[in-house]
């Protein structure tokens, strides 16, 4: 089986998701990752994630619709999505894509969990 | 002043998605870092190959195994060039849905071509749609 690419922390229904690799959001990975984060996220009810990208260089439109499907997925199970700590040239794909309007986005992990409601 | 490096060229025949990219990236990095292209400029390329390539076997080849993906490269000091040809039967580009557009934001996938347009200076699909030509121009 294929190393994990991220790490997975929960206090409850709070669950915070770090990337391990730098590349990791391109599409040699991105499928394994989507995964990785749904297995983490559908064993909680309500559950409030947090997805850290301090240590992400690269994206890429695949890693944006994996994004939108967890989204999704979270909503489905009564939960809310925060995203933190991006990059200002990932951030940049984010307003040029939209997606800044689909996603909450946040400067700091704590800021992200103090927006949850 | 003038050009210090020579210009890189390279061209291959991908037969696989993965180990195609595995290929391309660290090859078109050296060459971007050795003709002073920024981390901005290394950021903008490596994504627009990415969606260039990975279109080019999903889409054009419709992920046919018998057929390949022909990748050319030509980076200099002022900009930073590819081709990307697959073996399919090409596509309208006009025809691709705008994702920027409220109906389609919550769509997950079709924001492939729209990063090439927005991250390269130029980008161009040669008729039938099959061959897209990209470059990246340093800022004057």
Same mark, same amino acid.
């Given at each position: 089986?294929?190393?994990?690419?991220?790490?997975?922390?929960?206090?409850?229904?709070?669950?915070?998701?770090?990337?391990?690799?730098?590349?990791?959001?391109?599409?040699?990975?991105? @499928?394994? %990752?989507?995964?990785?984060?749904?297995?983490? $996220?559908?064993?909680?009810? +309500?559950?409030? #994630? $947090?997805?850290?990208?301090?240590?992400?260089?690269?994206?890429?439109? !695949?890693?944006?619709?994996?994004?939108?499907?967890?989204?999704?997925? $979270?909503?489905?199970?009564?939960?809310?999505?925060?995203?933190?700590?991006?990059?200002?040239?990932?951030?940049?794909?984010? $307003?040029?894509?939209?997606?800044?309007?689909?996603?909450?986005?946040?400067?700091?992990?704590?800021?992200?969990?103090?927006?949850? *409601? | 002043?003038?050009?210090? *490096?020579? =210009?890189?060229?390279?061209? @291959?025949?991908?037969?696989?998605?993965?180990?195609?990219?595995?290929?391309? @990236?660290?090859? =078109?990095?050296?060459?971007?870092?050795?003709?002073?292209?920024?981390?901005?400029?290394?950021?903008?390329?490596?994504?627009?190959?990415?969606?260039? #390539?990975?279109?080019?076997?999903?889409?054009?080849? +419709?992920?046919?195994?018998?057929?390949? #993906? @022909?990748?050319?490269?030509? %980076?200099?000091?002022?900009?930073?060039?590819?081709? #990307?040809?697959?073996?399919?039967?090409?596509?309208?580009? =006009?025809?691709?849905?705008?994702?920027?557009?409220?109906?389609?934001?919550?769509?997950?996938?079709?924001?492939?071509?729209?990063?090439?347009? =927005?991250?390269?200076?130029?980008?161009?699909?040669?008729?039938?749609?099959?061959?897209?030509?990209?470059?990246?121009?340093?800022? !004057?």
């Amino acid at each position: 089986m294929a190393s994990s690419h991220i790490s997975v922390r929960k206090t409850d229904n709070l669950i915070r998701i770090d990337f391990i690799d730098r590349n990791i959001l391109d599409e040699l990975n991105i @499928h394994q %990752i989507g995964e990785e984060i749904l297995k983490a $996220v559908e064993s909680e009810f +309500r559950p409030k #994630v $947090v997805i850290v990208f301090k240590n992400v260089e690269h994206m890429s439109s !695949a890693a944006f619709g994996t994004l939108m499907k967890v989204n999704e997925r $979270v909503k489905a199970r009564d939960g809310q999505l925060r995203l933190c700590q991006i990059t200002p040239r990932i951030h940049e794909a984010f $307003v040029m894509t939209k997606l800044n309007r689909i996603f909450s986005i946040s400067d700091t992990y704590e800021t992200a969990v103090a927006s949850f *409601v | 002043m003038a050009n210090s *490096v020579k =210009a890189f060229r390279c061209e @291959h025949t991908l037969r696989e998605l993965r180990e195609g990219l595995e290929r391309v @990236h660290p090859e =078109a990095e050296a060459a971007l870092a050795a003709h002073g292209f920024d981390d901005g400029a290394k950021f903008a390329i490596r994504l627009a190959i990415e969606e260039a #390539v990975v279109n080019a076997f999903r889409h054009g080849n +419709r992920s046919d195994p018998k057929k390949s #993906v @022909h990748f050319r490269a030509y %980076i200099d000091d002022t900009r930073a060039s590819f081709e #990307v040809e697959d073996e399919g039967p090409g596509f309208d580009p =006009a025809t691709i849905p705008d994702p920027t557009e409220d109906e389609n934001l919550e769509i997950p996938s079709g924001r492939g071509v729209m990063l090439i347009k =927005a991250y390269m200076t130029e980008v161009e699909y040669v008729p039938p749609g099959n061959l897209l030509r990209m470059t990246y121009r340093k800022p !004057a």
